[in-house]
């Protein structure tokens, strides 16, 4: 009862704060975009979508910034700085007199472009049924991935938790030097709302701006209407984009200021507009402080654009192109790159030789025959099936080619990972293999047709972009989403080529994008709308070749109802093994025996069955199992949990399905960590704490003595400490 009583408060005040925010969010987008038709009035509505994400965004790195310099990271500031910007908007609506925002006043004249053709209408409702859903789910469920825990979520709290951005101890570096422009905005969300309920709509509605980029990419580029409609289907459909719009991750992020730098650039070309150097500057610096690779997908059209430049302006506008970029690059990162090199002695990361030094994604030695080989490998992450033979039979291929140029296939120089290609419905690996197969298919229509010079080079830039990717950095199974840039421009190519191709066969081709579409939407392995795979194994009547761990009472009871089939596995007494394999009649008996029994229950959980303190471990089911316990353990207001462990672990998972269990919004800190962190400012930071969740109390017991525990609760893989007092120790190692 008190436990219910909690979360019903928790609810209750979730329910406000995002009333607050919600109201913050329409007042923010309608002053905003008024103002824009002052300060940009040649911006149609797509590009002003541009502007309002561009300034919200540098808001966002304002706020960050100034509020850590003076410790003041909270949820009150986050609400007096926002409160403030839509009081300085109202204020500057008021005096410029600016009209109401044009998707207001021109709405006819945008939903008649929208609806005038039936290709258009299909288009509209199937981007309905994907967009609809994947918001619901980017509201309704908790960040749940690795990455989330690791170190996009756990860096919130760490920030809460000291009031800055300062370096924190940690027991997993990368918290600390991995980008963080995405977090930025996390942060805000986070704050303003109280909670983390609303925190994956950031990604959400930066996919929304990328496909609104994408659109105006492509005309610069030469596409009609139809052919920048298609375009952004084709992005729509992307699988590693459906996943991406729904986590914390940073790839729709990053892809959208990408995009938003390729349309300022192109735009630029036209004649010198500072207004479009100061988009394309933002977008790009945006970009790369999102995530590196931006660098490398970008650096093509840099040189392309700087020639494109150097032709068409004077000298002079070309060198205030060069110092407007790089300055505002140096303005964006040099915060950041102060705290790496305050405690790396590098801007970027640990030095190889250096106690945290975690570790190298760059290749550690570049050729001709080592950039082949990993453009081989990074292509067939999207080259897999859910077909094994295929699989096998691409796999033989690659490595057969590998063995002609003379590369091992796994090459420790140029791969963090072993070679395979498979088929993963992972959020992180799942492959893009309908729209790479498409883009072989357009790049070949490409090169044969006539004309579309400008599309030509941009696709030719694009490829160099994901080649200078593919060379600089090892292979990595799941760098599948570090790709979506590349295939951002390949959408532009698909939907040109199809512009040219009647009505009749491009809707079977966007059947084809959308009907597997769905099933990345609603069978999300991390976000399950619906219980796919046990509909899946129902329709086979697929049984288990053994059945194990078993309970007594289990082992009696499944013992009962499929003694005919499944008999005790010799030398293991908790497993049950199928003897003679069945035909499908009599599968089909038996799976009704084990879902009676309750076999099948962990996969028909979905996100509509699930509590959400249990959704953060959709991923790793058993790290549930073993904190649940210590739900009805840890109490009080604000109350101080120290975590010392041997993993490299983060700890937001923890905080997240405590509060969302019982709204006791626990402060989590690391007690244990690497002596070399002993000088950061936060590190003296006092931090007092009455409960330690640890994975070895022999480890707690070194530093805390018994006579100060009261008891530990737990059992397997985790523990928790229950002290007698509030200790205030940190240790090093």
Known sequence: MVQAGRKYEYYKALSGYMGIFILFGVLNIFLTFSLLRRIVPKAGLRESILWFLLWNAALCWIYAEGASLFNGLSYTSARVFWGGVLLTEAVFFARLRAPVPLFIERIDYY?????????????????????????LLAVCTPPNNFDSNHYHMHRILAWVHFENLDFFPTLHVQQLYHNVFAEYMVLSVYLVTGSDQLVNLVQYVFGLGCLAALTLVAKQVGLNRRGQLLAAFVLLTLPVGIFEFTTTQVDYVLSFFFTSFLYFGYRLRSGFSWTMLWGMSLSLSFAAFTKYPAFFYA????????????????????????????????????????RNYQLFDNIVSPAEDTPLFAEKLQADTHNFRFSVSSILKNSSLHLGLP??????????????????????????????????????????????????????????????????????????????????????????????????????????????????????????????????????????????????????????????????????????????????????????????????????????????????????????????????????????????????????????????????????????????????????????????????????????????????????????????????????????????????????GKFLY
Request: hydrophobic fraction near 45%.
């Open 111 to 135: 939903l008649g472009r929208l609806t005038s053709e039936p290709l258009a209408r299909r288009i509209l409702v199937m981007s309905g049924i994907i967009l609809l859903p994947l918001l």
């Open 299 to 338: 650096l093509p059209f840099c040189i392309y654009f700087g020639i494109s430049y150097l032709r068409r302006f004077r000298l002079g506008d070309t060198v205030r192109v060069a110092v407007t970029a790089a300055f505002l690059l140096g303005l964006v990162y040099a915060p950041f790159w102060s």
């Open 387 to 728: 077909y094994t033979g295929f699989n096998r039979m691409l796999e033989n291929a690659i490595l057969g080619i590998h063995e002609a140029i003379g590369v091992d296939v796994n090459e420790p120089q140029i791969s963090r990972d072993e070679f395979s290609v498979r088929f993963s419905v992972h959020e992180d690996m799942v492959p893009n293999s309908i729209h790479f197969y498409l883009l072989v298919v357009c790049t070949v229509a490409l090169l044969v047709r006539k004309g579309n010079r400008e599309l030509k080079i941009f696709w030719l830039l694009g490829i160099c972009g994901f080649f200078i990717f593919c060379t600089l950095l090892k292979f990595q199974l799941w760098s599948t989403r570090t790709h979506l840039p590349f295939f951002v421009m390949g959408s532009v190519l698909i939907g040109a080529t199809l512009s040219h191709f009647k009505n009749a066969f491009v809707s079977l081709v966007l059947v084809v994008l959308f009907v597997p579409a769905l099933f990345f939407v609603f069978g999300n392995p991390s976000k399950p709308v619906l219980p796919l795979p046990y509909y899946a194994k129902r329709f086979t009547a697929h049984v288990p070749s053994a059945i194990c761990k078993l309970s007594p009472q289990e082992l009696t009871s499944y013992r009962h109802l499929l003694g005919g089939h499944y008999t005790p596995r010799s030398k293991m007494e908790d497993c049950l093994e199928l003897g003679d394999f069945p035909g499908y009649s009599e599968r089909r008996n038996i799976f009704r025996s084990l879902d009676s029994l309750g076999y099948y229950d962990p996969i028909k959980k979905t996100v509509l069955n699930t509590p959400r303190a249990e959704l953060y471990y959709i991923n790793d089911k058993e790290k549930y199992d073993f904190f649940k316990p210590f739900f009805s353990e840890i109490k009080g207001e604000h109350p101080g949990v120290a975590v010392i462990s041997h993993q490299g672990e983060g700890f937001y998972f923890y905080q997240g399905s405590l509060r969302a269990a019982t709204n006791v919004n626990a402060d989590f800190d690391y007690a244990f960590f690497r002596k070399e962190y002993s000088v950061l400012k936060n590190a003296a930071r006092q931090f007092c704490y009455q409960y330690v969740v640890t994975d070895d109390p022999q480890l707690v017991r070194r530093y805390i003595p018994a006579e100060r525990i009261e008891r530990i609760v737990g059992g397997g893989k985790l523990f928790l400490v229950c002290l007698k007092q509030k200790e205030c």
